[in-house]
C-alpha cells in the first residue's frame, strides 16, 4: 500500500472555529475553552483511503492580523486547503473570498480547496445560505460542506472528501507536489533536511529502530 | 506595608551611608530613573539620554489643579519632568495654574456617558496600565475597555505634549493624592501607569518598560515605528488583537513574581546531573543550523538554556518567553510555531520559535528559537528526540518530581525566626527564594509580602541614596535586605528577632546556599 504524505492548510479569520474542527477530527473532542491559536499549530493525522495511506499534515493558522503575513508559509507548498467560515457570520464568509484570491495569486501547484461553513449547530442564526456557499464553491472549483465542531457534523466527511480528491490528484497529476514515503519512515517532514543534525554514534541507532518499530501503523 | 513610619536603623558595617539616609521624596532626580548599572534589567535609556545633557535643578512645570470640586476626583496634581530636582522652596511663581478638569473637558466634548473612568469599580483598582499612541488614540488599557477610556487617554495625550512643547522635555510622574502617574513615553507610544499601590516611582517604571517590550515582542519596534510612521492616527488594537491576553497575563506575573522586580530568572530545582544530562539531550539532539536558543521552561522556571556561543539570552527576553507559554494554552494541543520578537536580542525582527510540551501533563515545555523560518520540521524532529532521551534518562520524571515540590521549604535552610528570603546571583541574573509558607498563606497577606519586598528593594536600590544594607524594623516583621558585588539578599525575619541574631542567620542562609547553589542555579552555561 503507498502512503501519500500531504500538507494541509486551515485558513479563515479568527474565531470561526478551525482549531476546534481539527481538534474534533485529530483528537475526537471539542472544548468550550479552545484557546486562540499562536502563530500556528501542526497536527498530524493518518487515515486509509482507496488502497491508500494517507498522512495529513495539517496546518492549523491563527486568523489574528499580526499573523497574517505568515500565511504564505503554510499554504504555499499545501496540497489542500480548508477554508473555513462562520456561518453565523457573513463577513468571514467574504473573508473566504479574499483567502481564494491569495491562494489564485501565490500558489503555483495544484491544491484541493474545501469550503466550509462552520457551526451548523447554530443554523437558526445562518447568515450565509447554503445556496450561496455552494455555488461559490462551485465557482472556484471547491469541495463544499458544513460542519459542526461542536456536535461532531461534517467533518469526517469534509476530511475525507479531501483525502480522497488527494489521491485522485497524486494519480491524475504527476506535478501535484504529492509524494509518497516509503513505509519504514515514520518521521515527519524528514525530507525537509534532518541531514543537518549530526547525531553523536552511539544516539544515532538506538531513536531509528525505535522509529520504525513504531511506524506499523 | 512597612510605609512612611520609619521606624528603621541602617546598618553602616558595609559602609558610611547612614547618616545619609533621608526620608523619600516622591520626586527624584533624573538620574533616580536608572537601575544600578549592574542591575541586568536596564530600562531603555535611550530616551532619557538628552535629559542627562541638560542642567538640572530647575522645576520646570508645575501645574496645580484648582479644581475645588473633590467629588469630581480631579486630582491636584503635581507634574514633575526630568529635569526636576525637588526643593522645599518652590518659587510659586513659576507655576502654571491649570485646572486638569479644564484640561479634560478641552479635550474631549464627546460620549462622557459612555466614560468607564465613572464607574466605581474602575476607580477602586489599584493600579491602571495605559497605551495609546502619540496622537492619543487608545491602544490598551488594564482595567475596562479602552473605547471607553478616549477621555482619559486624551487626558494622558495632552499632559505629555503640553511638556514636551512647552519645554521640550519629558513628563515623568505626577503625583497626585495617593496617586502615582508614572509615564513612559517611547516613541511612537506613551505608556502610562497610575497606581495607589506601594510600587515605586521607580519600580512603575520598570513595569512599563516591560509592557513596551512585550509590545514590541508582538509586533518588532521595526513594524510598530513604520506603522506610525505611515499613518499617524493608524489604531494599533487591529495589530494587537488577540495579544491582549499578553499584556494582561504579563502585568499580573509582576504583581506576584518576583522574578520581575528582581530582574532575575528562577530555575527549578534540579540535582546537577540531571540537569546535565538535559542540557546534553538539548545539545545532542538540537545542533541545528541557525538554532540560537534551546531552552525548557517548567512552571514558569528555568530548566535549561542552550544557547549559540554567540549569543545571550537577556532576563527580559526570557521574562517575554516565559509569560508568552505562560499566556498561551493553545501550545497544549500541538506543536506550535510562531514568531516572537526578543527585543533585547534583536527588536526589528523576529526568531521563529517550535514550541511543545514535552509531557502528557503539559507542564514541561521545550522551545527551539531559529531564524531559519523554514525549520518547523527539522526542528519537530530534534524535539522528538530529545523528549525519547529524556524519557529514557528519566529527564522529565526529575523535573515532574521538583515541580510537585513547589520550591523548598524555609525550614530545610535550618534557620529560626527567617520567614521568607529573595537571593539573586547576580552574574547570573537568577533567583531562588523558598515557598511562601505562614504566616503569609493568604492572597492579602501574599500581597502585603510582595509589597514589603518591593520596599525594600526600592530603598536599596533608589539610586539618590544606594545602600548596601539594610536593616529595617517594622510593625509585624524585620527586613534586611543586603547587596554584595555577587548577590542581592532580601530577608524578612520575624518581628522580634535582633540585628546581631539576624546578621548571624543571614551568614548561615549564605552558607547553606551555597552549599545548594548547584541545584538551585544554573552556574555554567551551556551552549552549542
Ligand atoms: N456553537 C459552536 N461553536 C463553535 C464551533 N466551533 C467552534 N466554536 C466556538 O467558536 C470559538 C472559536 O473557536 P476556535 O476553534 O478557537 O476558532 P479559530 O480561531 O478559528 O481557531 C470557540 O469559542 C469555540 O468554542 C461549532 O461548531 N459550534
Ligand atoms: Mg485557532
Known amino acids: 500500500m503507498n502512503t501519500i504524505e500531504a500538507k494541509v492548510v486551515v485558513l479563515g479569520t479568527q474565531a470561526v472555529g478551525k482549531t476546534s474542527v481539527v481538534i474534533r477530527y485529530v483528537g475526537g473532542?471539542?472544548?468550550?475553552?479552545?484557546?486562540?491559536?499562536?502563530?500556528a499549530s501542526f497536527f498530524t493525522y493518518k487515515l486509509t483511503v482507496n488502497n491508500y495511506r494517507v498522512k495529513l499534515q495539517v496546518w492549523d493558522t491563527a486568523g489574528q492580523e499580526r499573523f497574517r503575513s505568515m500565511a504564505p508559509m503554510y499554504y504555499r507548498k499545501a496540497n489542500a486547503a480548508m477554508l473555513i467560515y462562520d456561518m453565523t457570520s457573513a463577513d468571514t464568509f467574504y473573508d473566504i473570498k479574499e483567502w481564494v484570491s491569495e491562494l489564485k495569486r501565490n500558489v503555483d501547484n495544484p491544491i484541493v480547496m474545501c469550503l466550509i461553513g462552520n457551526k451548523c449547530d447554530l443554523s437558526d442564526n445562518r447568515e450565509v445560505s447554503v445556496k450561496e456557499a455552494q455555488e461559490y464553491a462551485e465557482s472556484i472549483g471547491a469541495l463544499f460542506h458544513e460542519t459542526s465542531a461542536l456536535k461532531n457534523i461534517g467533518i469526517e466527511e469534509a476530511f475525507l472528501e479531501v483525502a480522497q480528491q488527494l489521491i485522485k490528484l497524486y494519480e491524475t497529476s504527476p506535478n501535484s507536489g504529492l509524494h509518497t514515503i516509503d513505509m519504514g519512515e515514520n518521521r515527519s517532514g524528514a525530507k525537509e533536511g534532518n541531514s543537518s543534525i549530526k547525531l553523536p554514534e552511539e544516539e544515532s541507532s538506538k531513536p531509528a529502530t525505535q522509529q520504525d518499530t513504531k511506524c506499523a501503523c | 506595608m512597612a510605609d512612611s513610619?520609619?521606624?528603621?536603623?541602617?546598618?553602616?558595617?558595609?559602609?558610611?551611608?547612614?547618616?545619609?539616609?533621608?526620608?523619600?521624596?516622591?520626586?527624584?532626580?533624573?538620574?533616580?530613573?536608572?537601575?544600578?548599572?549592574?542591575?541586568?534589567?536596564?530600562?531603555d535609556y535611550e530616551s532619557f539620554e538628552n535629559y542627562d545633557c541638560q542642567p538640572s535643578g530647575v522645576i520646570h512645570e508645575i501645574v496645580r489643579s484648582n479644581s475645588q470640586d473633590k467629588s469630581e476626583e480631579t486630582p491636584d496634581v503635581v507634574l514633575s519632568s526630568s529635569n526636576d530636582e525637588f526643593s522645599a522652596g518652590e518659587d510659586k511663581e513659576e507655576r502654571k495654574q491649570i485646572s486638569a478638569k479644564e484640561l479634560a473637558s478641552a479635550l474631549t466634548e464627546e460620549d462622557i456617558e459612555e466614560d468607564e473612568t465613572r464607574k466605581p469599580e474602575w476607580r477602586a483598582q489599584k493600579k491602571h496600565i495605559f497605551i495609546l499612541s502619540e496622537a492619543g488614540k487608545p491602544i490598551y488599557?488594564?482595567?475596562?475597555?479602552?473605547?471607553?477610556?478616549?477621555?482619559?487617554?486624551?487626558?494622558?495625550?495632552?499632559?505629555?505634549?503640553?511638556?514636551?512643547?512647552?519645554?521640550?522635555?519629558?513628563?515623568?510622574?505626577?503625583?497626585?493624592?495617593?496617586?502615582?502617574?508614572?509615564?513612559?513615553?517611547?516613541?511612537?507610544?506613551?505608556?502610562?501607569?497610575?497606581?495607589?499601590?506601594?510600587?515605586?516611582?521607580?519600580?512603575?517604571?520598570l513595569q512599563l518598560t516591560y509592557v513596551y517590550n512585550q509590545v514590541l515582542s508582538v509586533l518588532t519596534h521595526k513594524t510598530l515605528v513604520s506603522i506610525f510612521k505611515q499613518r499617524r492616527n493608524y489604531d494599533l488594537r487591529r495589530l494587537l488583537s488577540g495579544s491582549e491576553k499578553f499584556?494582561?497575563?504579563?502585568?499580573?506575573?509582576?504583581?506576584?513574581?518576583?522574578?520581575?522586580?528582581?530582574?532575575?530568572?528562577?530555575?527549578?530545582?534540579?540535582?546537577?546531573?540531571?540537569?546535565?544530562?538535559?542540557?546534553?539531550?538539548?545539545?545532542?539532539?538540537?545542533?541545528?543550523?541557525?538554532?540560537?536558543?534551546?531552552?525548557?521552561?517548567?512552571?514558569?522556571?528555568?530548566?535549561?538554556?542552550?544557547?549559540?556561543?554567540?549569543?545571550?539570552?537577556?532576563?527580559?527576553?526570557?521574562?517575554?518567553?516565559?509569560?508568552?507559554v505562560h499566556a498561551s494554552e493553545s501550545f497544549k494541543a500541538a506543536e506550535s510555531?510562531?514568531?516572537?520578537?526578543?527585543?533585547?536580542?534583536?527588536?526589528?525582527?523576529?526568531?521563529?520559535?517550535?514550541?511543545?510540551?514535552?509531557?502528557?501533563s503539559c507542564q514541561t515545555c521545550l522551545l527551539l528559537l531559529t531564524v531559519d523560518r523554514e525549520s518547523f520540521f527539522t526542528l519537530s524532529d530534534c524535539k522528538n528526540k530529545i523528549k525519547e532521551r529524556l524519557l529514557k534518562y528519566n529527564g522529565l520524571n526529575a523535573i515532574g518530581d521538583s515541580l510537585t515540590k513547589t520550591s523548598y521549604s524555609i525550614n530545610q535552610c535550618g534557620i529560626t525566626d527567617l520567614r521568607h528570603f529573595l537571593y539573586k546571583s547576580r552574574s547570573t541574573a537568577q533567583y531562588t527564594s523558598p515557598e511562601v509558607e505562614a504566616p503569609y498563606l493568604g492572597t492579602e497577606e501574599q500581597e502585603r509580602l510582595f509589597g514589603l519586598y518591593q520596599y525594600l528593594h526600592h530603598r536599596i536600590h533608589t539610586s539618590a541614596r544606594p545602600l548596601k544594607i539594610l536593616y529595617h524594623v517594622g510593625p509585624h516583621e524585620t527586613l534586611l535586605g543586603w547587596i554584595t558585588?555577587?548577590?542581592?539578599?532580601?530577608?524578612?525575619?520575624?518581628?522580634?528577632?535582633?540585628?546581631?541574631?539576624?546578621?548571624?542567620?543571614?551568614?548561615?542562609?549564605?552558607?547553606?546556599?551555597?552549599?545548594?547553589?548547584?541545584?538551585?542555579?544554573i552556574l555554567n552555561s551551556v551552549t552549542f
Open chain 1, 29 to 39: 473532542m471539542f472544548s468550550k475553552a479552545v484557546s486562540p491559536t499562536i502563530g
Open chain 2, 5 to 43: 513610619k520609619e521606624a528603621e536603623q541602617v546598618s553602616t558595617s558595609e559602609s558610611e551611608q547612614s547618616d545619609l539616609i533621608e526620608p523619600e521624596t516622591c520626586i527624584h532626580r533624573e538620574n533616580s530613573m536608572l537601575l544600578p548599572a549592574e542591575n541586568f534589567i536596564s530600562i
Open chain 2, 337 to 360: 510555531w510562531t514568531p516572537i520578537c526578543l527585543p533585547k536580542f534583536d527588536s526589528s525582527g523576529y526568531l521563529q520559535a517550535h514550541i511543545s510540551y514535552l509531557d502528557e
Open chain 2, 141 to 205: 488599557s488594564r482595567h475596562g475597555s479602552e473605547d471607553k477610556l478616549v477621555t482619559i487617554m486624551g487626558v494622558l495625550q495632552a499632559l505629555v505634549s503640553f511638556v514636551h512643547d512647552s519645554n521640550k522635555d519629558n513628563i515623568r510622574c505626577i503625583i497626585a493624592g495617593d496617586h502615582k502617574f508614572v509615564f513612559y513615553v517611547r516613541d511612537p507610544l506613551i505608556l502610562v501607569c497610575v497606581s495607589q499601590g506601594a510600587d515605586s516611582t521607580q519600580q512603575l517604571l
Open chain 2, 485 to 521: 558585588q555577587g548577590f542581592e539578599l532580601y530577608a524578612v525575619f520575624g518581628p522580634l528577632v535582633t540585628k546581631p541574631s539576624a546578621i548571624h542567620s543571614i551568614n548561615k542562609l549564605l552558607k547553606w546556599i551555597k552549599r545548594e547553589e548547584d541545584r538551585l542555579f
Open chain 2, 247 to 324: 499584556l494582561d497575563s504579563l502585568l499580573s506575573l509582576i504583581e506576584t513574581d518576583y522574578s520581575f522586580l528582581l530582574g532575575a530568572v528562577r530555575c527549578l530545582p534540579l540535582d546537577l546531573q540531571v540537569r546535565d544530562m538535559i542540557s546534553q539531550s538539548i545539545i545532542q539532539h538540537a545542533r541545528v543550523k541557525d538554532l540560537v536558543f534551546a531552552l525548557i521552561l517548567a512552571n514558569n522556571q528555568l530548566v535549561t538554556l542552550v544557547r549559540m556561543k554567540k549569543y545571550y539570552l537577556h532576563p527580559v527576553d526570557l521574562h517575554l518567553i516565559i509569560n508568552l
